[in-house]
């Protein structure tokens, strides 16, 4: 069955250097194969965690953008019966964040086309505080501090939606 066996490695011990190329490069390809693989997996099990009909992301400190289920570039392409329902969940998203975050106010904002590089529907939500330094529609951004108040900045505002939807 395998009778070209031994000439094959009669061959391979002949060139020394280039058998530890090729032994090198089979075994990165399947550390590569098997890298790639489990990332593969890995990401449709966060996809699985996450859920096929997240509608919430929450982008940096004090911003939360809500997106439609389906891709739609502008308000204009929204079809109608969806307008409300869509609405109606940044209405909800609205009232958490200002609960969440214990804000005075909100702002809520949504930008057609331009000044996008990949045209999208989606809402801003951002909550407001007497002298926080919203000019016209431009509102001071700051990085989290720690992937720990990522965390809890998302809990307190999935708390509130849990809490309001009750």
Not at 25 to 38: C, E, K, R
Not at 66 to 83: A, F, G, K, M, Q
Request: glycine residues 4%; hydrophobic residues 45%; aromatic residues 10%.
């Amino acid at each position: 069955m395998f009778r070209w066996l031994p000439l094959v490695w009669a061959n391979l011990k002949r060139r020394k250097l280039r058998f530890a190329f090729t032994f090198i490069s089979i075994l990165l390809a399947f550390l590569m194969y098997g890298m790639l693989d489990a990332l593969r997996t890995s990401l449709s099990q966060a996809i699985n965690l996450a859920g096929a009909d997240r509608l919430m992301l929450m982008s940096k400190v004090n911003i939360t953008v809500s997106l439609p289920r389906s891709h739609y570039e502008t308000l204009s392409d929204l079809p109608t019966p969806v307008i409300g329902s869509f609405f109606s969940k940044v209405q909800l998203i609205s009232r958490a964040v200002e609960k969440a975050l214990i804000a005075e106010g909100n702002f809520v904002a949504m930008n057609n086309r331009v000044s996008q590089s990949v045209p999208h529907l989606h809402v801003h939500v951002v909550p407001r505080r007497r002298k926080d330094g919203l000019k016209g529609f431009f509102w001071p951004r700051y990085k989290y501090k720690s992937d720990e108040e990522v965390l809890t900045v998302q809990t307190a505002i999935k708390n509130a939606i849990g809490d309001l939807q009750k």
